[in-house]
């Protein structure tokens, strides 16, 4: 699955995704923290926290789904009908 970096802010020490480049999904879980997260493919996926935490894989929500159709929606105006 393609994915889209859409946020890299406070990222971990060691941890390597940009935002706006594209990565490839190797697999995904939840963590313990009940978090989606995603093993990227071609970058560091672990690693510790600055308190000495392991940390394994992205959270999903620093991504966007590629294959993901987007929804438009349109707007009727409708005048009131007095009687």
């Avoid at 392991?54 to 929500?61: C, D, E, K, L």
Wanted: with cysteine; proline share 5%; glycine share 8%.
């Amino acid at each position: 699955m393609e994915v889209l970096c859409i946020d890299a802010d406070k990222l971990p020490p060691g941890a390597e995704v940009e935002e706006g480049k594209t990565y490839s999904v190797i697999s995904e879980f939840i963590n313990n923290f009940d978090q989606k997260v995603y093993i990227i493919k071609g970058v560091t996926n672990e690693g510790r926290t600055k308190y000495g935490l392991p940390w394994i894989g992205y959270r999903a929500t620093r991504f966007v789904l590629l294959s993901e159709k987007s929804i438009s929606v349109k707007e009727k105006k409708y005048e009131p009908i007095l009687n």
